[in-house]
């Protein structure tokens, strides 16, 4: 499997730590010296799944093709309004590929699903089931906060990255792992109500909840652990590697990572400063960023790693 071109599309509205400080008990310092978030984008008029689908325009569009040439449309989402059709079937929709012979669906990996989607894509690809997949992750993460709760409103953003994927031999090695504590990071939502339902409050709503100091524990940890092993299971040495693109969960969180692997910062990329927590789409967003800002060349050797609600972790090595 090979990129062909990537996308990405953020919200108009940028939200600085200053304007969450006018509504909830916050301010800069704190934000900026735990998180390194400065600013964030967050969805106002735009709808959710027009955003998903102008990433996977620029992604078609970097890839010099166009729309009907995608044989397969993968989504990574956690939430969004539609539980169903999915939002590959949506962005099918918008992008005009009309059926039957472009099939559609969703993945759900919480944070850590951008490279279980790889994974997925991988498989597809590599068969020749497919010939070009458009994989898009995107996540309107600010729908799913209290925005009461200062200590989650204030992490997140929204956006989607894109990507279209094809043939060829530069998917080297990947690493996917989960273990059950539904209890760290979760979101709630009621489904309808039923005249046999039992008990009280099963399906009770409650916004997301996250235990910060227990996921920043795991998150070092398991990063180190799977940066490591998927490194090694590609046949390759931790300095061979060009570029780390990490989940941009917290920029303490990366240098943590960063401290135990003895290379140049420079590696480590980051845009957790003006894009905040984007779940999901935080890896495709900031490696579309880095490729257009020529930072990330072809041929160059790259490290993904993400972590996220499950507790699932996921990490790959793929070559640009
Ligand atoms: O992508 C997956 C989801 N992401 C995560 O799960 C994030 C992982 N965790 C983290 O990034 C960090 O743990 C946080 C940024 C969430 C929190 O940082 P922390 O250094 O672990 O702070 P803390 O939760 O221990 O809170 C320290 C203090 C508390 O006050 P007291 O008890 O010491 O008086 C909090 O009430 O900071 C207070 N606090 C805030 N103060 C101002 C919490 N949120 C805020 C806030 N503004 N927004």
Redesign the pocket.
């Known amino acids: 499997m090979k990129i062909l071109g990537t996308g990405s599309a953020v919200p108009k509205q940028t939200v600085t730590n200053d304007m969450l400080s006018d509504f ?4 800069d310092v ?2 900026t010296t ?2 390194g978030i400065k600013s964030r984008q967050i969805i106002t008029t735009e709808r959710f799944e027009e955003l998903a689908a102008l990433a996977g325009q620029r992604a078609i569009e970097a890839a010099g093709l166009v729309p009907e040439d995608i044989d397969f449309i993968i989504c990574h989402n956690v939430c969004n309004v539609y539980v169903t059709p999915s939002l590959a079937a949506l962005v099918q929709g918008i992008l005009g590929i009309k059926g039957p012979n472009c099939p559609t669906m969703d993945l759900n990996s919480a ?1 850590a699903g951008f490279t279980y989607g790889l994974e997925i894509c991988d498989s597809f690809i590599a068969t020749g089931r497919a010939k070009h997949i458009l994989f898009i992750c995107a996540e309107e993460v600010t729908r799913m906060v209290d925005w009461t709760q ?2 989650t409103c ?2 997140f953003g929204d956006g989607a990255g894109a990507m279209v994927l094809g043939a060829g031999d530069n998917y080297l090695a990947s690493k996917l792992t989960s273990t059950p504590m539904p209890d760290v ?1 979760y979101y709630r939502l009621p489904c309808e109500p039923t005249p046999f339902e039992t008990g009280e409050g099963i399906d009770t709503h409650i916004a997301m909840q ?1 235990k ?2 227990e ?2 524990r795991m ?1 070092v940890t398991s990063a180190q652990r799977d940066i490591r092993d998927v490194i090694e299971k590609a046949g390759l040495k931790l300095e061979d590697i060009d570029h780390f693109l990490l ?1 941009q ?2 920029q ?2 990366i240098d943590a990572i960063k401290q135990d692997f003895d290379l140049p910062p420079e590696r480590f990329h980051s845009n957790i400063q003006k894009r905040g ?1 984007t ?1 999901s789409a935080s890896i495709p967003m900031l490696l579309d960023e880095e490729i257009r800002e020529g930072r990330i060349k072809r041929g160059d050797l790259m490290v993904f790693n993400g ?3 499950g507790f699932v972790t996921s990490a790959a090595v793929m070559r640009y």
């Open positions: 909830v008990d916050t301010n704190w934000i735990r998180t944070c200062r200590e204030v992490l990071i996250l910060g100091r996921v920043f998150a989940h969960a917290n303490r969180i927590n779940s972590f996220g609600a």
